[in-house]
């Protein structure tokens, strides 16, 4: 079987790192390669910069060199919030993004010149991994540094979607710095894992149970065309079966945001 070129762009991300490894570990499917702005963290983290271009994502030609001859792209960019100062006793904390680093340019126009690299590149497959939350503009964390957040993580879904490209839209709920592989996933879609919840159910999930999810959803047909929300059920639930069966859990999502 021919393998699979695969661009994993926020490879040096807690998430996108398990991915680019998970695929590195899979030569006979997979050719991973990886895309970053920084040369110290790839080295760091993965021992040498082989297969990495380096650049931005608000640069496109630093995208279009990388994404040259790939099948699939994995978008595993993100903003991040980041913490002004402790919070003082009875009070919120306060929140700020970097500069050039706001959710309306990183998850919205760094992902649109993704998508239109891949679309400018004949890339068959977009895996975006985003976050579950955005179907009520009134989520709290679109407050956080007056950022809009979750509001630009749905604007580029929707530039995906309507991108023509195949596209894969995983919606993680909270995430876990915890082993994955352990626990049964659930799919829904429209946040209802955050309204219509069983109490035993905490809607969050391990960071490697999503990058399985990513790799699962390169190999699968029907994880094709499909947008989802995906949490974990607890590692001591008795009632969990752990999710072995992908394209079983795959049939149970649909099309559109
Ligand atoms: P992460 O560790 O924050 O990684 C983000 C990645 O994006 C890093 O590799 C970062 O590079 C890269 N990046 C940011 N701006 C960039 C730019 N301008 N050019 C190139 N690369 C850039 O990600 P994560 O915590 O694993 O989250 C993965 C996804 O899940 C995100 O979309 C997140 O919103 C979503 N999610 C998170 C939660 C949660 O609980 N945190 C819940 C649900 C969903 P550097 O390493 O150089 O900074």
């Known amino acids: 079987m021919a393998t699979k070129k695969v661009l994993v762009t926020g490879a040096t991300g807690r998430t996108g790192s398990i991915v680019f490894r998970k695929l590195r570990q899979q030569t006979d499917q997979f050719e991973a390669v990886g895309f970053a702005r920084s040369e110290t963290k790839v080295q760091e983290l993965f ?35 980041i913490m002004k100062a402790p919070p003082k006793p009875g009070e919120r ?17 760094g992902q649109k010149n993704q998508i239109d690299a891949a679309i400018n590149a004949g890339v068959n497959h977009v895996v975006l991994v985003g976050s579950m939350g955005g179907a009520s503009e009134n989520h709290p964390l679109n407050r956080l540094g007056n950022g809009n957040l979750l509001v630009w993580k749905r604007k580029s879904e929707q530039y995906l979607i309507d991108s023509g490209l195949d596209y894969t839209i995983i919606r993680a709920g909270g995430l876990l710095d915890q082993p994955g592989g352990e626990r049964e996933l659930l799919v829904s879609k429209e946040d209802l894992f955050l309204t219509n919840a069983p109490n035993s159910i905490s809607a969050s999930i391990p960071r490697a149970d999503v990058a399985e999810v990513v790799v699962q959803a ?3 047909p029907n994880a094709r065309n499909k947008a989802f929300d995906v949490i974990a059920k607890p590692d ?3 009632s969990a079966v752990v ?6 859990l795959f049939a149970q999502t649909t099309s559109g945001l």
């Open 243 to 248: 999710t072995s069966d992908f394209a079983a």
């Open 93 to 109: 904390p306060e929140f700020v993004f970097a500069p050039g680093g706001m959710p309306e340019e990183v998850d919205f126009y």
């Open 236 to 238: 001591d639930d008795p």
């Open 218 to 220: 390169l190999k699968e």
């Open 47 to 81: 021992g040498s910069k082989e297969s990495f271009f380096f650049g931005d994502i608000s640069d496109p030609s630093s995208l279009q060199k990388a994404i040259s001859a790939c099948h699939a792209l994995v978008i595993l960019t993100s903003s991040v919030p």
